[in-house]
Nanobody
Framework: VQLVESGGGLVQAGGSLRLSCAAS????????MGWYRQSPGKRRELVAV???????NYANSAKGRFTISRNGAENTVFLQMNSLKPEDTAVYYC?????????????WGQGTQVTVSS
């Protein structure tokens, strides 16, 4: 499974960005897809996750501002980020938990930089 992310960039505080992550490969089924972020000197943290049944979970910092969605047919997950704040600045990583040949496996994308200026 390969994950390819896009959509990061530089935006002013209060602005919006939309991240995309596409999972490619064959023979797997997706259990969850999610977004994590990591800023310098900090641990990687969950931002939002969407389960195969459509259930979503958000970090408190993301609730009300970010929306995670998924195009199941294309194995693509999106993160719509509104009302961005400087503290949202981080590298955002896509993650997926898949079922492959009877085993659960986890994959990470390469990361995409999001920078929010004040």
């Amino acid at each position: 499974v390969q994950l390819v992310e896009s959509g990061g960039g530089l935006v002013q505080a209060g602005g919006s960005l939309r991240l995309s992550c596409a999972a490619s490969g064959s023979g797997f089924s997706i259990n969850t897809m999610g977004w994590y972020r990591q800023s310098p000197g900090k641990r990687r943290e969950l931002v939002a996750v969407i389960i195969s049944d459509g259930t979503t979970n958000y970090a408190n910092s993301a609730k009300g501002r970010f929306t995670i969605s998924r195009n199941g047919a294309e194995n693509t997950v999106f993160l719509q980020m509104n009302s961005l704040k400087p503290e949202d600045t981080a590298v955002y990583y896509c993650n997926t938990d898949v079922r492959y040949m009877g085993t659960n496996m986890f994959y990470w994308g390469q990361g995409t930089q999001v920078t929010v200026s004040s």
